[in-house]
């Protein structure tokens, strides 16, 4: 008898490997498939914005989430792309950018010198002010919007004078930062309509950048 | 008196081989409806536990199944496929069992001289349900040099 089952190891010993190497490669990424957050398990920002310090953001923004948002969130994702990436025009256009909250430095929505905008501001979904001030229940004063064709679609994060909420504490250029809220996301307490009042991480991150 | 080396009549051989098959195939569902289980019963806290509960219940159930069908399945089936072909008669007396193990067409045989016409070498399979001591006189039933069938 062991001579057989030396004999058979011998033989098939390789597929004994290939059973489990087969099945932690399935079961990995099925569990990391389920534990990728859901859309109302996460924030995410995406920055087209120079001087940015993205490592602070992010760490200042995951280690303050419990304290920032009544939402279960198990993740704020910020990631930044230089200011110039002539990609973004792309990723708007083909709607390839699905975070919440999209961060964009001036200079990116204004004319280039071959006369065309790297980003056309009119990509942006128009919201109505009067229901993000609802939102935001006068947690911020003075709320500076950006228009296009009289319709608010952004909100600027720093003002002319280079004063600014939090976002100053990570943002060391002059350029004034405009942020775009996705008409797609459900983290903004269904400012467009869409998803569950209650969610409002976004929001309030917003409202974290915002003020002091 | 008669011995074959399936121990059985054939039908009984072939449902008792059957009958293993199915045993392989509820094992692997049973492996299936735990991973549906720890799949569900997943969340954040347990994540690491029950990934490794997946993959040790899936590892398990495979290593089961090749080695319960190395074992159990393929020899019977291979001892069902020479006693399905085509044999030829011997009739002699046992002189001498080997202690040694030959393997012929896969199968592990002992070596068997036999007393007959002349002295005439045959295997006997391991792992059939033929019993044979030295000094009996049988006749044998052959296929391709294994003893398959005897009759005294």
């Not at chain 2, 098959?21 to 692997?28: F, T």
């Not at chain 2, 735990?34 to 398990?60: E, W």
């Not at chain 2, 030829?88 to 067409?105: A, H, N, P, W």
């Not at chain 2, 007959?116 to 009996?136: C, H, K, R």
């Amino acid at each position: 008898m062991r001579k057989e089952v030396l004999s058979h190891i011998q033989y098939s010993g390789w597929k004994y490997f290939v059973v489990l190497l087969a099945s932690i490669l399935f079961w990995t990424t099925v569990f990391s498939a389920l534990a990728h957050p859901k859309a109302h398990e996460k924030v995410s920002i995406s920055c087209f914005v120079d001087e940015l310090e993205i490592g602070l953001i992010n760490e200042r923004l995951n280690a303050e989430k419990e304290s920032i948002t009544a939402q279960k969130l198990k993740v704020i994702s910020v990631e930044n792309f230089p200011s110039g990436d002539p990609m973004l025009g792309v990723l708007l256009a083909t709607r390839k950018i699905t975070s919440d909250i999209l961060i964009v430095s001036e200079n990116v929505l204004a004319l280039n010198p071959s006369g065309s905008a790297q980003v056309d501001p009119k990509t942006f979904i128009p919201f109505s002010r009067e229901k993000l001030e609802e939102l935001l229940e006068g947690k911020v004063e003075n709320l500076d919007f950006y228009y296009v064709e009289g319709y608010a679609v952004g909100i600027y994060l720093n003002k002319e004078d280079g004063t600014s909420g939090r976002f100053g504490d990570f943002y060391k250029g002059n350029e004034r930062c405009v942020a775009f809220l996705s008409n797609e996301s459900v983290n903004l307490g269904s400012l467009y309509d869409i998803g569950d009042p209650s969610n409002r991480a976004a929001l309030d991150v917003l409202v974290y950048l915002l003020t002091k | 008196m008669k011995q074959t080396i399936l121990g059985m009549d054939k039908d009984s051989f072939v449902e008792k081989i059957n009958f293993r098959k199915r045993l392989i195939v509820s094992a692997l569902f049973g492996a299936v409806l735990l991973n549906v289980l720890f799949t569900f019963l997943r969340n954040d806290r347990n994540h690491g536990l029950m990934l490794f509960l997946n993959i040790f219940v899936d590892a398990l159930g495979g290593w089961f199944a090749i080695s319960y069908h190395s074992f159990r399945i393929s020899p019977p089936k291979k001892l069902l496929r020479i006693y399905e072909a085509k044999r030829s008669m011997l009739r002699g007396k046992v002189v001498e069992i080997s202690e040694e193990t030959y393997t012929i067409q896969s199968i592990p045989c002992r070596r068997v001289v036999v007393e007959g016409n002349g002295q005439q070498v045959v295997f006997l399979p391991e792992n059939g349900a033929i019993t044979l001591n030295v000094g009996e006189s049988w006749t044998f039933s052959l296929a391709s040099g294994l003893v398959v069938e005897v009759e005294t």
